[in-house]
């Protein structure tokens, strides 16, 4: 009991230790490079809460949440397509390996060049970054599935839709998922580069000019900021993974113990 | 025998139906705009390959992303085994890596490039930030997988803590170190390139920017091909490292989901 | 197709015909490499009868219950329900697979499992509900309706895959080694269970099984095949009066002597 309870305080404790360092030890700091935290924070609520809540975060966040929802159905779509077609993969598979050996951020200039610098491009160039991951793992799901699963869907002929949607896609339910965690990740780091590369709105844009600016307790409540949402958004992930999943990590933990 | 033979028409019909596509869209509805014809492209690449330029930058990127990437393996896989090894750092430090782990080095830009400069350090130093922490948690893993009984068996035979160490947990986590390699050495790849087209570091992430902001499109486009040749190449590479080094432990590699 | 529910009658099994194999033959890959595991294969199974099919391990005994349930195509010979050839899986036929722990559905609870097939033939909620229910009281499992496969035992799983097949309500019935990983006494319960729904459905069975006892227990036939390619050595009518019981059938000097005559059939040398 006194052994949970000293890792319970461990746990909860260590990060609180550090931002209090971190205060302290940045007080009174004339360091051009790291301000004072509390100036850190002063400049977070002015710059975020809410002047330009409207203008640049909830922008940067629409294009994040469209063109990862994009990205999301035409990963799943087309994985399914190009896993169960042997034609389409066949044709398609050097292509699709070829372009995710591609740094995501490297699309972008290629974006800009042909859409220019507006909304479009860093939608565009957000949803086709993210759909890799997915349309990967998708098919690689999809392909693994257990061929007695698959059986027993014959045996009691299900027809191809229930086979689909009742069989197949749970069965590359935990793949996907993972597929889906990676674009995630993708299309955040898509978002912001997009706007550093080309944009003077969004989180990403801000955040540079004022770096540019030499402004630094700016540019720190963009890093911060962005550290929040980068975070927040796997958090709110693996909480609807392992509800939706629930019965994956349920047996999963039964397999290690 | 016939099946393979038409998954290669397939496969081949495919590119060669991407690459007439684009060829016809180039020259004909988006002629002289922004969207070079492959054969453009192809004559811009052959130019880079003969050129010095190019081979430099390629070297200057390469060489970041393995010295960022074996520093990342050094610090990680120690820090890896202190933390697995001794539960009060696990806990301890459970709250600080659970919240870097999906920050990506993209995010601290910025504030490296503000600090190092667009030099080699800082994209030396965001490779190192972006590998370290996979690397430092599937340690973890790996130390923590060891199988109990192992362990007890070493005990009972009288083996020193670091004789532990070395003979049983390094040699049981290894294939989550394996894995975490595989995964980062692209990745290692991606932020040098990130680094130089974001923060102005050398390398072909710097060309890149070049020729965009110079509107050489051909070369741009040459390069972006030349980072999806690379891509596969390290993909390839760290697979068949992680092949030869772990073929051993391949029946029954586990992979934590991250 | 309609699954109808046969009142129980006590009449023997008719000698009509459900399920006829004629020379069926399987064959693997083509040219040098060309692996046959079932050579020539001829038997029937008549309506409401139990017919087990014996044979060393490997044999090749699901290969030939792929064939019949029609998920893989036979090379030669065919496989005809009431005359139908089956080149497809046909609608009044179930299957319990060998291997049950990768034949259930790991994201679905034992109930839902269970219903599974019955969805496909959009029955009524009432009766969806009342088939589950009693396919998995038949098989002991009411109480854990509400898990998920992997929480479960081997043996509790396979009684979920029967109970599956149990609640589709086939006409012909075909199990492989349903019976081999529960325990003995369950077995037993099992057993009797396959029984009882031959005579209160009057489904079909066909089961495969190297548990020699359980065969000729169970059976009015049983085909013994041997040998690779798997040939048929044999078919055996068993003579044993019903209805069945554990103790008092096994019991009678009739059951040893028909047990020895199927054992020394698959020891005899090829």
């Known amino acids: ?257 | 025998m016939k099946k393979n033979l038409r998954q290669m028409l397939a496969s081949a019909g495919g590119i060669a139906l991407v690459l007439a596509l684009w060829q016809a869209v180039a020259t004909g509805p988006m002629a002289g705009g922004p969207l070079p014809p492959v054969s453009l492209v192809l004559a811009q690449l052959a130019g880079l390959l003969a050129g010095g330029t190019f081979w430099a930058a390629l070297a200057e990127t390469l060489l970041i992303a393995l010295a960022g990437l074996a520093a990342a393996a050094a610090a990680g896989v120690v820090l890896g085994v202190l933390i697995g090894s001794f539960e009060p750092f696990r806990y301890a430090t459970a709250a600080v890596l659970e919240f870097l782990k999906p920050i990506p080095p993209i995010v601290i830009l910025p504030l490296v490039v503000l600090v190092l400069g667009p030099t080699t350090q800082m994209s030396w130093f965001l490779v190192f930030f972006g590998c370290v922490l996979p690397i430092i948690m599937q340690t973890v893993a790996g130390v923590h997988d060891a199988d109990p009984v192992t362990l007890d068996t070493a005990r009972s035979y009288g083996l020193g803590r670091v004789e532990i160490l070395g003979r049983v947990t390094l040699p049981s986590a290894m294939p989550f170190i394996g894995t975490a390699m595989r995964v980062a050495a692209p990745a290692a790849l991606v932020i040098t390139v990130v680094a130089g087209l974001l923060g102005g570091g050398p390398g072909l992430g710097l060309s890149i920017y070049q020729a965009q902001a110079g509107g050489d499109y051909p070369t741009l486009y040459a390069y972006v091909v030349v980072l999806g040749v690379l891509g596969l190449a390290f993909q390839g590479a760290s697979r068949l490292a992680e092949g030869r080094l772990l073929h051993w432990h391949a029946s029954y590699r586990e992979v934590l989901n991250p | 197709m309609e699954l109808q529910n046969t009142p129980a009658t006590l009449d023997a099994p008719a000698a009509a015909p459900r399920l006829e194999v004629t020379a069926l033959s399987k064959t693997y890959g083509s040219g040098p490499n060309a692996k046959c595991v079932i050579e020539d294969l001829t038997f029937t199974v008549n309506k409401r009868e139990v017919v087990c099919i014996v044979g060393p391990s490997g044999v090749g005994k699901t290969t030939l219950l792929k064939c019949l349930a029609g998920l893989q195509p036979a090379t030669s010979g065919t496989a005809a329900i009431d005359g139908r050839t089956i080149d497809g899986p046909p609608p009044e036929m179930a299957l319990v697979f060998q291997d049950y722990s990768r034949s259930l559905m790991p994201w679905l609870t034992v109930r839902k499992n269970v219903r599974l097939p019955l969805r496909h033939l959009r029955l009524p909620a009432q009766e969806m509900n009342g088939r589950i229910d009693t396919a998995l009281a038949a098989v002991g499992l009411s109480h854990a309706a509400g898990q998920y496969p992997w929480q479960l035992s081997g043996g509790m799983q396979q009684r979920v895959a029967i109970a599956r097949a149990l609640a589709y309500r086939p006409e012909i019935l075909i199990m492989d080694e349903p019976f081999a990983s529960v325990d003995a006494q369950t077995r037993f319960e099992l057993e009797d269970l396959c029984l009882k729904i031959r005579d209160d459905f009057g489904m079909t069975i066909l089961v495969v099984t190297h548990d020699i006892d359980e065969a000729v227990y169970l059976s009015d036939r049983v085909v013994v095949l041997g040998a690779k390619p798997a040939r048929v050595l044999d078919i055996v009518g068993i003579d044993l009066p019903a209805p069945r019981d554990q103790i008092s059938t096994r019991a009678l000097l009739e059951f040893a002597e028909q047990r020895t005559n199927v054992l020394s059939m698959i020891r005899k040398p090829a």
């Open chain 1, 1 to 257: 009991m006194n052994r949970k309870l000293t890792n319970w305080i461990l746990g909860a404790g260590t990060p609180v230790v550090v931002v209090a360092l971190w205060w302290v030890a940045s007080e009174n700091s004339t360091n051009t490079f790291f301000p004072p935290l509390n100036a850190i924070l002063e400049r977070f609520q002015a710059l975020w809460l809410f002047e330009h809540f409207g203008s640049d975060v909830l922008l940067s966040l629409r294009n994040l949440v469209i063109g990862y929802a994009l990205a999301s159905v035409i990963g799943v779509g087309l994985g399914f397509v190009t896993a169960l077609v042997p034609v389409i993969r066949w044709g398609l598979d050097p292509l699709i390996h070829f372009l995710r050996g591609i740094p995501p951020v490297a699309l972008v200039p290629i974006f800009i060049s042909l859409i220019g610098f507006g909304i479009e491009m860093r939608l565009a160039s957000i949803t086709l970054a993210a759909v890799f991951p997915t349309l990967i793992a998708t098919v690689d799901g999809i392909r693994g599935v257990d061929s007695t699963l698959k059986d027993v869907s014959q045996v009691y002929r299900l027809t191809r839709t229930e086979k689909l949607a009742q069989v197949y896609l749970p069965a590359a339910g935990p793949q996907i998922a993972s597929g889906m965690q990676v674009s995630l990740q993708v299309a955040f780091i898509v978002m912001i580069a997009s706007e550093m590369l080309g944009s003077s709105q969004g989180i990403g844009a801000m955040t540079l000019l004022a770096q540019q600016s030499f402004m630094t307790a700016d540019m720190w409540a963009g890093i911060l900021l962005l550290g929040v949402i980068g975070f927040g958004a796997n958090l709110v992930f693996e909480a609807i993974k392992n509800n939706v999943l629930a019965w994956y990590v349920g047996s999963k933990r039964l397999a290690r113990s």
